[in-house]
C-alpha cells in the first residue's frame, strides 16, 4: 500500500504559479510510474503528467508541454508539480498517484491504485 499527501495548492492569479507537492510512503518500492492528475467540476479526471521511478522519465498531455514541470526526489519520497502562467482553466482538483504498470500517454486512471486525497487550485483574479 502507497500513501500519498499533496499539499501545496490555493489561489492564484491568471499568469501566476503554483508549486504542488505529494509526500510519498508505504511499499514505494511496488512503484513504476507516478502521476498527477487534475478534476474541474462536471469533467472527467485527466492525466498531467507522470514520470518513472527509476529512470526520471517523463510524459506531459500535450496541453501542458511548457506549462508544467513534473519532477521527484527519490530519497525524500517526494513528487513536485511546477505549474507556470497558469489560467483559469486550470482550476482543478490535483491528485497524484501511484501505479505499479510503466508510465504511458495514456494517462489511464485505471492502472493508478493508489490515489492522494488532492489540493484545490484555483486560477482567478
Known amino acids: 500500500e502507497v500513501e500519498l499527501v499533496e499539499s501545496g495548492g490555493g489561489l492564484v492569479q491568471p499568469g501566476g504559479s503554483l508549486r504542488l507537492s505529494c509526500a510519498v510512503s508505504?511499499?514505494?518500492?511496488?512503484?513504476?510510474?507516478m502521476g498527477w492528475f487534475r478534476q474541474a467540476p462536471g469533467k472527467e479526471r485527466e492525466g498531467v503528467a507522470s514520470?518513472?521511478?527509476?529512470?526520471?522519465?517523463?510524459i506531459y498531455a500535450d496541453s501542458m508541454k511548457g506549462h508544467f514541470t513534473i519532477s521527484q526526489d527519490n530519497t525524500k519520497n517526494t513528487l513536485t508539480l511546477q505549474m507556470n502562467s497558469l489560467k483559469p482553466e486550470d482550476t482543478a482538483m490535483y491528485y497524484c498517484?501511484?501505479?505499479?504498470?510503466?508510465?504511458?500517454?495514456?494517462?489511464?486512471?485505471?492502472?493508478?491504485?493508489?490515489w492522494g486525497q488532492g489540493t484545490q487550485v484555483t486560477v482567478s483574479s
Open positions: 498517484a501511484a501505479s505499479r504498470a510503466y508510465c504511458n500517454p495514456a494517462f489511464s486512471t485505471v492502472n493508478f491504485r493508489s
Open positions: 508505504g511499499n514505494i518500492d511496488s512503484t513504476y510510474c
Open positions: 514520470i518513472a521511478r527509476t529512470t526520471g522519465t517523463t
